[in-house]
């Protein structure tokens, strides 16, 4: 490539970069002076725009872009100086040429053909009379409303550009020599007058994993410094030690060479104990500064990654303008806190879902204007967009004053498409109603259109909320609108996060998930069906042990008190005993390696400010979880409540057999050799009686109901803390295959029912556990 065709790809790209910014502020102005025609800062703003723009592709040479662009400036100038009026099919004209323009300037896209500048310039001129006054009406420029449909681009770096003040050209300009000094690329600015350099995502994860990892070092100082502080303080003690020993030497009489020893003693400690208070108070410093200057490089990383939200709402006024007027619709947006700093991760996987609810609320939403109009209602609809930061959440709501949704019409829709009974959908509440609009391929459209009808689009926002960890809620009023409000995180670096212990190990559940943490006394918990409850806010929550949905040991304080942290995603709500609050921290987020693959109920790891590891639990995939083991019944109870002494030092037994008189029979004879015994009626009463309470022996019959005795030991002996518990087997099955069987599953002892008398019972009891008292 010569230097001359270097020199013009240079140009080529520099005038890319002006034209994006550009046809922004395009795009801005022409939709605000839609609103108002006569604001003279937008038309000001708009007309150098299309100045700029015709001047720089002039010296490209670019010549559908001077015709386009001049074209346009003559339109604006005549709405500046009173000739024209604009009107919508003005505003409607100048928005295609500003698309135009941006298709003209961008490298690689398909090229323009001569045809449709000719075309374009034409359709303005005829907008346009010599003497500048508005001409005839002209039919509104074609829609080409796939153009609208399009999927959303991923989210671009916003360029800024610094360009200099514009002055009119000559018509005809000469590319400059290219001996000349090379022309500088300007730089991008921020409004706040920064350089923006483009930085590569992955250099600022590092940058921010570097950054927390100084900050977790500078933590560990501390250690020492506690250390030297009480260094300080021994030696104090010593030389005061010395000095008492002194006194009473003098009062018994010492001899010179004590005195001397003494003294030098007393010069040397004091020396030290100088040299150490200095070099303290220097490490003090020092570790002050360090940990000062480790926060403000932490910070400063993380602000790196946070972007304000205009940077996705580029272009959405115009979407939402733009369709509107293909539905024969007026609607403007209303937007508040486009300053809001999300983080650009974030910001990227929103940009779909903010999308396709802005399409909903202008389609499904606004109504027509007549239908407005008889409603008492003003002919243009609203959609108001709001971001605000909530308890280190990000906070969107959408919505708009349209007629709401038709809940008679949804509930014969749901009927209509057997997804409920009409019995059932008539009881089922406003909300449970309105979560049918989230099922995949779900719409109250009858036929499918090119805007909407198919069904994918509340379905797709859900999904990328979730894959979020955030929520999404739908209210709505009858004539009056709907709002939807979305809950993300910030930041999918950083979460802010509760640090609790389970079996001596640190966990983190995300605050985002959290209802409340609690204390639960011993009497709190009910039984409700079989299961663990407790009263919370008016409602029973279910309790589970973290330690078993975390699969290690159960925790052995003999504190009642429980810890409970009230856990809730979406509907399901759970209250997950822990042993210990550590208390709040802010992590920064480390994934884990991806060759463990998907870690069970947990999503990523972080260090703690002592730089021990603290793993970060998956409330979603927990929950999961906890369904699971409710379905097959395995949930483990709690049971916090002291036992008096005299019980503690009685052996206890479980006994579990489908049969009554067996029962009986065996609860009798152990009771009577001095033994607690308790009684399960097959082997998931059993299971469940097990994980309870405690037992010493487990006594158990085969053939069962529900679970039996092979199973049950089956699960016993993969139970960290119920594994190690003497189990012996009483069936009728005396055959070799049958008492090979039991024992393979675990069981310590065999016993055949048909053959076994009252001491042979006691006498293997005896030989398992021992006698009945400890």
Request: charged share 30%.
């Amino acid at each position: 490539m010569t230097p001359e065709q270097m020199r013009d790809a240079s140009l080529l790209e520099l005038f890319s970069l002006e034209a994006e910014a550009q046809t922004q502020v395009l795009n801005e102005g022409l939709l605000a002076l839609e609103r108002n025609p006569t604001q003279a800062d937008q038309l000001e703003a708009c007309m150098r725009a299309a100045h700029s723009l015709k001047g720089a592709a002039r010296i490209v040479g670019v010549d559908a872009g001077v015709s386009v662009a001049h074209v346009m400036e003559d339109c604006l100038v005549s709405a500046q100086e009173g000739r024209l009026r604009l009107h919508p099919e003005h505003i409607d004209a100048l928005l295609q040429g500003t698309d135009l323009l941006m298709r003209i300037a961008t490298p690689g896209s398909e090229n323009v053909a001569a045809s449709d500048i000719d075309a374009y310039v034409a359709q303005l001129n005829e907008l346009l009379d010599p003497s500048g006054r508005v001409a005839p009406q002209a039919a509104p420029l074609a829609f080409d409303v796939s153009q609208l449909l399009l999927a959303p681009q991923p989210l671009v770096e916003p360029q800024w550009l610094l360009q200099p003040e514009a002055t009119p050209e000559p018509e005809a300009q000469a590319i400059p020599d290219p001996t000349r000094e090379p022309v500088r690329r300007p730089q991008r600015l921020t409004e706040s007058g920064e350089r923006v350099l483009r930085v590569t995502a992955e250099r600022l994860n590092s940058l921010l994993d570097l950054s927390s990892k100084s900050l977790v070092e500078t933590q560990r100082l501390k250690p020492y410094l506690a250390a030297l502080h009480r260094l300080k303080r021994m030696q104090s003690t010593s030389l005061r030690a010395l000095d008492t020993l002194n006194e009473q030497l003098k009062v018994s009489g010492l001899t010179h060479e004590v005195e001397e020893a003494l003294n030098e003693a007393r010069r040397t400690l004091s020396e030290s104990q100088q040299l150490l208070s200095e070099q303290t108070a220097e490490l003090d410093e020092f570790g002050w500064q360090t940990g000062l200057r480790a926060q403000r490089l932490y910070d400063t990383a993380l602000a790196c990654r946070m972007r304000p939200f205009a940077d996705v709402l580029v272009g959405q006024e115009r979407m939402v303008r733009d369709l509107g007027r293909v539905l024969g619709k007026q609607i403007r947006l209303e937007v508040d806190g486009e300053k809001t700093q999300v983080d650009r991760d974030v910001l990227e996987k929103l940009e779909a879902p903010l999308t396709h609810l802005l399409r909903n609320a202008v389609d499904h939403g606004v109504e027509s204007p007549e239908q407005r109009l008889l409603a008492g209602k003003s002919a243009e609809g609203i959609i108001r967009l709001r971001m605000s930061h909530q308890a280190g959440l990000l906070v969107v709501e959408l919505s708009d004053d349209g007629a709401g949704v038709d809940l008679a019409r949804l509930s014969r829709i749901i009927v209509e498409r057997q997804l409920s009974t009409t019995d059932t959908v008539a009881q089922l509440s406003e909300e449970e109603l309105l979560s049918f609009l989230f099922l995949p391929g779900f719409s109250l459209r009858d036929t499918v259109t090119e805007v909407s009808g198919r069904g994918v689009g509340l379905d797709a926002v859900q999904h990328m909320v979730r894959l979020l960890r955030g929520a999404i809620v739908l209210e709505q009023t009858s004539g009056q609108g709907s709002r939807f409000v979305l809950e993300v995180p910030l930041t999918l670096s950083v979460v802010r996060s509760l640090v609790v212990e389970v079996a001596d190990e640190a966990y983190a559940f995300p605050l985002a998930h959290i209802e409340r943490m609690r204390d639960l006394a011993p009497e709190d918990i009910v039984q409700v069906e079989g299961r663990q409850h407790f009263w919370d806010e008016g409602r029973h929550v279910g309790l589970v042990a973290a330690s078993q949905l975390l699969q290690r040991p159960s925790s052995q304080s003999d504190d009642e008190t429980l810890k409970v942290v009230v856990i809730r995603e979406r509907d399901a709500v759970y209250g997950v005993a822990v042993e210990r609050f550590i208390g709040e921290r802010t992590l920064v987020v480390l994934p884990l390696d991806p060759r463990l693959g998907k870690v069970q109920d947990i999503s990523a790891g972080a260090l703690l400010d002592d730089g021990s590891p603290v793993l970060i639990v998956d409330v979603e995939d927990m929950l999961r979880s906890v369904d699971k083991l409710l379905n097959t019944g395995r949930l483990e109870r709690i049971d916090r409540r002291n036992r008096h002494t005299a019980e503690l030092t009685r052996k206890r037994i479980l006994v579990v057999d489908d049969s009554l008189t067996v029962r009986e029979l065996q609860r009798k004879l152990l009771i009577n050799r001095g033994y607690e015994v308790a009684v399960a009626v097959d082997g998931m009463d059993g299971w469940n009686a097990l994980r309870a309470e405690h037992f010493d022996l487990l006594i158990t019959d085969i053939d069962m109901p529900r679970m039996d005795g092979i199973e049950l030991v089956t699960l016993l002996r993969r139970d960290n803390r119920l594994q190690s518990m003497p189990v012996m087997v009483v069936s009728y099955k005396d055959r070799e295959e049958d008492r090979r069987r039991g024992l393979d599953a675990g069981a310590d002892y065999y016993l055949a029912k048909a053959s076994f008398h009252d001491d042979a019972l006691l006498d293997a009891v005896v030989e398992l556990i021992g006698g009945a008292q400890t």
